[in-house]
């Protein structure tokens, strides 16, 4: 559901159920999609991410895995770029590395997959600024990647709006608890270059 007026962002936040649940809620927020991103190959489906995944742990593979996503479509009109980011940020914890919650794993990894040069400074400036909140509270360091999209394959159909459709179904995604200082962390010059 792209269209002139709409912009696009995907976010690897863990398990793609919950990130697409509470992306969607936010106003300005036009559609949002559980997919796959960041792998070396176009892989078509989530049995295939999973046995890749294995195949990486066991040392019987070297390829990139994809990342479980949610592609987010939105109206800049109505929600910013960094109101976005923010929403990213506090919704999962960013200093996991390969897991969030129960889920571990490569394709459960933290990142933006930006498709501007704009979304990229905006994502590097707000780890910046985020990483100065969890410091000073004494968090470790975000592993988040922040990398062009590429590869994105949507997720089967019954991945779409699951928690939606299953209300009770499991959500692994937990914060750090520390806001995003989105007062503080201004809009940095915009670098045109890829």
Request: charged content about 20%; some cysteine.
């Amino acid at each position: 559901m792209n269209s002139p007026a709409y912009d696009s962002i995907v976010f690897g936040m863990g398990c793609f159920w919950g990130a697409e649940k509470r992306m969607a809620a936010l106003e300005g927020v036009i559609d949002t999609e559980s997919g796959y991103a960041g792998g070396d190959d176009l892989l078509t489906d989530y049995h295939q991410v999973l046995d890749l995944e294995k195949h990486l742990r066991s040392g019987l593979a070297e390829k990139r895995n994809h990342a479980e996503v949610v592609k987010v479509v939105y109206d800049p009109k109505k929600v910013s770029l960094m109101a976005l980011l923010a929403q990213f940020w506090e919704n999962h914890n960013p200093t996991q590395g390969d897991r969030q919650g129960n889920d571990i794993g490569s394709n459960y990894r933290s990142a933006i997959y930006y498709q501007t040069a704009q979304q990229r400074n905006l994502a590097e400036h707000s780890l910046d600024c985020y990483q100065q909140a969890l410091s000073a509270a004494g968090w470790s360091k975000i592993t988040t990647e922040i990398l062009p999209l590429r590869n994105y394959n949507r997720a089967e159909e019954y991945h779409q709006d699951y928690l939606q459709k299953h209300p009770g179904g499991y959500c692994g995604l937990g914060g750090t608890g520390i806001a995003f200082p989105i007062e503080t962390c201004t809009v940095v010059q915009v670098n045109e270059s890829p």
